[in-house]
């Protein structure tokens, strides 16, 4: 019933660009904060990017100037615009969906493999 599901994942070079895309349904998605994780191999999941309702945002220090975090309430899609990659951002990504009440964040996508080569 409530999909997350990301796409634009991929293999791109050092330096070079992607923008990943997560399409929600199944839940009032333009009163939840969306926000992308990601989890390389052996280290633990790290917030990368969130958007809230009300379009604030924030990132990780790590990509902050270099990715950007959007979303389309119209189309129910949260976007994550990865700028002059480099190859410690492989990693699977994942978009979630936080509703602001009981819990942190309530849904997940089934991530997408993004590697970035040297």
């Known amino acids: 019933q409530v999909q997350l599901v990301e796409s634009g994942g991929g293999l791109v070079q050092a330096g070079g660009s992607l923008r990943l895309s997560c399409a929600a349904s199944?839940?009032?998605?333009?009163?939840?904060?969306m926000a992308w994780f990601r989890q390389a191999p052996g280290k633990q999941r790290e917030l990368v990017a969130a958007?809230?309702?009300?379009?604030?945002?924030k990132y990780a220090d790590s990509v902050k100037g270099r990715f950007t975090i959007s979303r389309d309430n119209a189309k129910n899609t949260a976007y994550l615009q990865m700028n002059s990659l480099k190859p410690e951002d492989t990693a699977v990504y994942y978009c979630?969906?936080?509703?602001?009440?009981?819990?942190?964040?309530?849904?997940w996508g089934q991530g997408t493999q993004v590697t970035v080569s040297s």
């Open positions: 199944g839940f009032f998605f333009s009163v939840y904060n």
């Open positions: 979630a969906a936080d509703g602001r009440r009981r819990t942190d964040y309530d849904y």
């Open positions: 958007i809230t309702s009300d379009y604030n945002t």
